[in-house]
C-alpha cells in the first residue's frame, strides 16, 4: 500500500507544547489550573491525527509489513524512555521514599510497563482527581488506553484502505460511527465517573477524531486554508480552552471534554494557515512539543519526590519544572533519538517482530493460565518487598516493622478487622471473635465495641487474655449512641440502621455472655471527638439534624441511655479519642522538617480544650454510674504539656491521624492492667 506522503507539520508539536504545559500546571496548581488534566484530550486528538498520518505515510505493500512497521516505529518511540521512566522511579522510590501499599505501588508499576494501567486504576478504584500525589505512576493511564488503541486501529486502518479510497465518504462514514458509538458507550457508564475516566473504548472517540482529522486535512487542505472565518474560530478555539483551564470545575464533565475536543479540532485543523501559526511553529514551542513525551513521563515522579519536601510551593514549583525540563531535553538527545533513528536496531527489531505470533501464543496461555501464573507473580512480587525492605534508606519504610496497622493484627488466627463487620449476625462474632482461654476458667470478659478505635485496642486486650476472655464486636464508622447517626453532609444518613443494630445485638449478646463470668467489662472504644467537631449528627426518631450548639448535650443524654441498659453489676470503661493528629506517619516522615519538629503533633493543653465538652460530659455520667470509668492514653503520649509523637526512635504512637499501631496497643496493656486494679477494681 503506497500513499502519498503527507508531510510533517511543526505546528502540530506547538499544541503538543501546549498540552503538556497544561497538564504540568495541572499537577502543580490543581485548584487554581482546574482544567489542566484537559491536556491529555488533546493530547489524544493530537495522537489519533499523527499515527494515522504515520500509518498513512507506510510503503508497506501487505498488512504484515503495515503491522510491523508501525509496531516496530511505536515501541521505539515509547518503550526505551517509558521502562527508563518507571523503572528508575520504582528504585527511587523503594530505596529513598515512603509508600504505604506496596502491592499498589508494584501493580502499578507492572501495568504501567505493559499499558495496562488505566485498567488496574479501574480495578482499584484509584481517583484521577483526588488532590494527594501518592503514586508517582498514576498519569501512565493515558499511554494505557493509547496503547490499547494502538493494537486494534492499525488493523481498522488497513482494512478501510484497502476497501476505501483515502477520499472515500465510506471511510468517513465509518469514522463517524465509531466515533458516535465509543462517545454513546462513555455516555452510558457515565454515572461511574472512575470507569468513564480510564476505560478505553470510552475515551477511543477522542483519539478517533484525530484521526479523521487527518483525513480532512488531507483531502480538504487548499479550502481549508482558504476559509473566511478560520481566524474567527481559531480565537473562538482559544479562548475555549483558556478559560477551561481555569474554570473546568464548574462545568459539567462532559460538556467540558466536547469543548476542548472541539477546540483542540480547530486549532489542529487551521493552525497551518492563521495567525496562531507564528506562535506554534516558534522554535521553543515546537521543541517544547518534541520533548513532550519526556515531560509528561518525568515530571509527575519528581512532583511526586519533591511534594511535602520543599514547603515554599512556588520554589516547589520552580524546582520540578526546571529539572523536569534538564532530564527531559537530556533523555530526548541522548537517549530517545539515538535509539529511535538507530537503523540497526530498528532491523533487529523488525525481524523479531516477524516471529510476533510467537508472543501471541504466549501471551493467550499466560491469559488462560493465570491461576498458575499468578502463583508466580506473587513470588515475584514478596522477592522484590523483601529486597525493598533491605535496601530502604527511608526512615518510614523502615520503621514499619515496628509501627503496624490494627486490621492485620492476628486474632483468634485471622486478621483483627474481620472481626469490624457491619453485615453479620451475632453468631459470627462468638464463633470468630470471641477469644476464650482454654488452658483455664477466665472469671473476667472484656466485651470491646466501637468503630475502627475498638479495633486498634484490641491487641492490649488480647495480651491481657491470661487475666480475662476476650470478645470483639466492631463497626467501621459507627457512631456508637443509641438514637444518634452522622453525616459529612447534610443528607440524613441512610445506613443509620446498621450501627442501631449492631449496638442492640451487642448489649443482647453481652446479657447472655456475661453471666459466665464473674468480673464483666463492657468497654466501648469510639471517635466520639470526631464526629462532634467534624459531621452533622442526626436524631434518627425525628429524622432532623441536631443544632452543634446542643450535641454534647444530646450525647451525654444518649450516652447515659446506653449505659443505662447495660448491667449494673457490670464495668463500663469509655475510651475517648482524645487525640487526633495533623497528619499521618508517612506524612510526617515525608517532610523531614516536621519529622525533626516532633511531626508538629499539637501540644496538651490544645488537646484537653478541644475535648474539654466531651470531658465534662463523661464527668457528668461518671459521677450518675458508679460504674462508669473512662481510660485516657493523653497522660502516657503527653506526660507534661508537650505530647510526644515517637514513643522510641521510629516508633511512633499512632498510625495514622486517629487511631494508635499494634505496638502501642501491647504497649499499653501493662498500663491499662495498672489501671483496672487502681481505678477500677480498687485493689490498692
Same mark, same amino acid.
Given at each position: ?157 488497513? /482494512? *478501510?484502505?484497502?476497501?476505501? +479510497? $483515502? #477520499?472515500? !465518504?465510506? %471511510? ?7 466515533? =458516535? &458509538? ?75 471534554? /466536547? *469543548?476542548?475536543?472541539?477546540? +483542540? $479540532? #480547530?486549532? !489542529?485543523? %487551521? ?7 507564528? =506562535? &506554534? ?85 499466560? !491469559? ?317
Amino acid at each position: 500500500m503506497i500513499n502519498s506522503r503527507i508531510n510533517y507539520r511543526n505546528e502540530i508539536d506547538g499544541l503538543r507544547s501546549l498540552s503538556v504545559i497544561f497538564v504540568i500546571l495541572y499537577h502543580l496548581y490543581p485548584d487554581i489550573f482546574n482544567g489542566g488534566f484537559l491536556g491529555v484530550d488533546i493530547f489524544f486528538v493530537i495522537s489519533g491525527y499523527v499515527i494515522t498520518q504515520s500509518l498513512y505515510n507506510s510503503n508497506s505493500q501487505n498488512f504484515f509489513e503495515f503491522i510491523k512497521n508501525f509496531y516496530t516505529r511505536r515501541i521505539l518511540r515509547i518503550y526505551p524512555l517509558l521502562i527508563v521512566v518507571s523503572l528508575s522511579t520504582l528504585v527511587i522510590t523503594l530505596i529513598f521514599f515512603s509508600y504505604t501499599d506496596f502491592n499498589f505501588l508494584f501493580y502499578s508499576f507492572v501495568t504501567s510497563i505493559i499499558g495496562l494501567s488505566n485498567l488496574y486504576y479501574i480495578k482499584t478504584g484509584k481517583d484521577y482527581f483526588l488532590d494527594e500525589i501518592d503514586n508517582p505512576f498514576l498519569h501512565t493511564w493515558s499511554l494505557g488506553v493509547e496503547e490499547q488503541f494502538y493494537l486494534l486501529y492499525p488493523i481498522l486502518l488497513f /482494512i *478501510l484502505l484497502k476497501n476505501f +479510497s $483515502s #477520499s472515500n !465518504i465510506k %471511510l468517513f462514514i465509518t469514522f463517524i460511527l465509531l466515533i =458516535i &458509538l465509543s462517545k454513546f458507550l462513555s455516555i452510558i457508564i457515565s454515572d461511574n465517573q472512575i470507569l468513564t475516566f480510564y476505560f478505553p473504548f470510552a475515551r477511543f472517540w477522542e483519539l478517533l477524531i484525530g484521526c479523521l482529522l487527518f483525513f480532512i486535512f488531507k483531502d480538504y487542505k487548499s479550502r481549508i486554508s482558504s476559509f473566511k472565518y478560520q481566524n474567527f474560530l481559531i480565537f473562538i478555539s482559544l479562548l475555549i480552552v483558556s478559560s477551561l483551564l481555569f474554570f473546568a470545575k464548574q462545568v459539567n464533565l462532559a460538556f467540558v471534554m /466536547i *469543548l476542548t475536543i472541539f477546540s +483542540s $479540532s #480547530s486549532l !489542529i485543523l %487551521l493552525s497551518s494557515a492563521s495567525f496562531i501559526n507564528k =506562535i &506554534l511553529n516558534n522554535f521553543y514551542m515546537v521543541y517544547i512539543g518534541k520533548i513532550s513525551f519526556g515531560l509528561y513521563l518525568w515530571h509527575y515522579p519528581i512532583l511526586y519526590f519533591v511534594k511535602g519536601r520543599i514547603e515554599n510551593h512556588i520554589l516547589l514549583s520552580i524546582f520540578v519544572i526546571i529539572i523536569s525540563f534538564i532530564i527531559s531535553i537530556f533523555t530526548y538527545e541522548y537517549f530517545e533519538n539515538p535509539i529511535r533513528y538507530n537503523k540497526k536496531l530498528k532491523l533487529k527489531l523488525r525481524k523479531a517482530l516477524s516471529y510476533s505470533y510467537i508472543l501471541v501464543v504466549f501471551f493467550v496461555l499466560f !491469559i488462560f493460565s493465570y491461576p498458575f501464573s499468578k502463583i508466580y507473580l506473587l513470588k515475584v512480587e514478596k522477592s522484590i518487598r523483601l529486597l525493598a525492605e533491605n535496601i530502604s534508606l527511608n526512615h518510614y519504610q523502615k520503621s514499619k516493622k515496628t509501627n503496624s496497622h490494627y486490621s492485620a493484627y492476628n486474632f483468634l488466627g485471622r486478621p483483627a478487622k474481620l472481626c469490624q463487620q457491619s453485615d453479620k449476625k451475632m453468631s459470627y462474632f462468638e464463633t470468630n471473635c470471641f477469644k476464650v482461654n482454654k488452658s483455664k476458667k477466665n472469671e473476667t470478659l472484656f466485651f470491646l465495641v466501637g468503630d475502627s478505635i475498638a479495633t486498634s485496642f484490641l491487641p492490649m486486650f488480647d495480651k491481657l487474655s491470661n487475666e480475662g476472655d476476650v470478645y470483639l464486636s466492631s463497626m467501621s464508622g459507627a457512631f456508637y449512641l443509641p438514637k444518634l447517626s452522622y453525616s459529612e453532609t447534610d443528607i440524613f444518613p441512610k445506613n443509620y440502621i446498621d450501627t442501631q443494630n449492631h449496638i442492640k445485638n451487642n448489649l443482647e449478646n453481652f446479657y447472655k455472655i456475661s453471666k459466665n463470668y464473674k468480673n464483666n467489662f463492657f468497654i466501648i472504644a469510639n471517635m466520639y471527638r470526631y464526629y462532634i467537631h467534624q459531621t452533622n449528627i442526626f436524631d434518627n426518631e425525628k429524622k432532623i439534624k441536631i443544632q452543634k450548639k446542643n450535641y454534647h448535650l444530646q450525647i451525654e443524654n444518649n450516652l447515659d441511655e446506653l449505659i443505662s441498659k447495660i448491667p449494673k453489676n457490670s464495668k463500663i470503661i469509655i475510651i475517648p479519642q482524645t487525640l487526633v493528629l495533623n497528619q499521618t506517619r508517612e506524612e510526617c516522615f515525608r517532610n523531614r522538617k516536621r519529622y525533626k519538629n516532633n511531626c508538629d503533633i499539637n501540644d496538651k493543653e490544645y488537646h484537653l480544650n478541644y475535648s474539654k465538652n466531651l470531658f465534662q460530659s463523661l464527668k457528668n455520667l461518671k459521677s450518675k454510674h458508679s460504674n462508669l470509668f473512662v481510660y485516657d492514653i493523653i497522660d502516657i503520649i503527653c506526660p507534661n504539656s508537650k505530647c510526644n509523637y515517637f514513643r522510641k526512635n521510629l516508633d511512633s504512637y499512632y498510625f495514622d491521624k486517629g487511631h494508635i499501631t499494634v505496638e502501642t496497643s501491647l504497649y499499653l496493656s501493662s498500663h491499662f492492667n495498672n489501671f483496672l486494679e487502681n481505678k477500677v477494681l480498687n485493689k490498692r
